[in-house]
């Protein structure tokens, strides 16, 4: 099957209040894992969620351009600091010169070791999370500490109701498979289960990262790896977390 090169799509869309997931080539997927970025957009202003690695940065940039021009990108949100997160952070910094950076203050230190330093706008996540403000939208930074990155956070987008969730709720497709929405769950948590089981940490802080999702209402959760989860999917998926009860350190 020939790889294909995916277009950018809205998943999600209120008045000037867009939310888009950046498209994807599936030839990136031998230079590692695939990895989805999105923009949200609200007023002519925008912000990036994981923007990712080195190699997707051309495509990252190009797709965000044909939505708005990239000066008007006013925040970059990391969720932590892993290479498929942070590696394109040279580049970001040239091509998004009005971009502050959101990180777990946990990393803020880290980022520096990329070689981006003048001009690096950083502004540190505290651990009980933040609100970042593009352009007339509060978008909240979720506490997802420990999943799997020790500062780590999930963001919600209330307006339109979508959860950014990063690691949380990675697939690993396997060769010449790929879809965007979650169709049929039972078999997509076959793709799902063995990063769940091996990168998350421990039982206890899934459950702390479940009280906070509880708390809001979701109609969309978007992860970093896979596939996205709409409808009932989101409450399948919530329900799948809910009944690992060994991951990680639990299964030693
Ligand atoms: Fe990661
Ligand atoms: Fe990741």
């Not at 007023?43 to 969620?49: A, K, R, S, V, Y």
């Not at 651990?127 to 500490?145: F, N, W, Y």
């Not at 950014?164 to 929405?181: C, H, M, N, Q, R």
């Not at 708390?215 to 009932?232: N, T």
């Amino acid at each position: 099957m020939p790889l294909k090169v995916r277009k950018p799509y809205v998943i999600a869309q209120e008045g000037d209040h867009t939310f888009i997931w950046l498209g994807l080539d599936e030839a990136e997927a031998e230079k590692g894992i695939l990895t989805n970025q999105y923009l949200i957009m609200d007023g002519g202003e925008g912000i990036l969620l994981d923007p990712g690695g080195y190699f997707v940065f051309e495509r990252v940039y190009r797709n965000v351009a044909e939505f708005i021009n990239p000066e008007k990108v006013k925040a970059v949100f990391f969720t932590h600091q892993d290479p498929d997160v942070i590696g394109s952070l040279l580049p970001l910094t040239e091509f998004f010169p009005n971009a502050t950076i959101y990180v777990s203050s946990l990393w803020v230190r880290f980022l520096p070791h990329l070689g981006a330093l003048t001009g690096l706008r950083l502004v540190e996540i505290p651990d009980e999370g933040t609100t970042i403000k593009v352009g007339k939208a509060e978008l909240r930074t979720v506490p997802a500490h420990f999943l799997h990155s020790p500062g780590n956070f999930s963001l919600y987008d209330p307006k339109v109701k979508v959860l950014f969730s990063g690691d949380i709720g990675a697939a690993v497709f396997p060769e010449g498979t790929w879809y965007l929405f979650v169709k049929d769950f039972e078999n997509h948590v076959k793709l799902m289960e063995p990063f769940h089981r091996r990168y998350l940490p421990c039982r206890k802080a899934l459950e702390a990262w479940l009280r906070h999702v509880k708390q809001l209402e979701v109609k969309v959760i978007a992860p970093q790896h896979g596939a996205i989860f709409v409808g009932d999917n989101v409450r399948k998926f919530l329900k799948w977390l809910e009944s690992l009860e060994e991951i990680g350190a639990d299964l030693l």
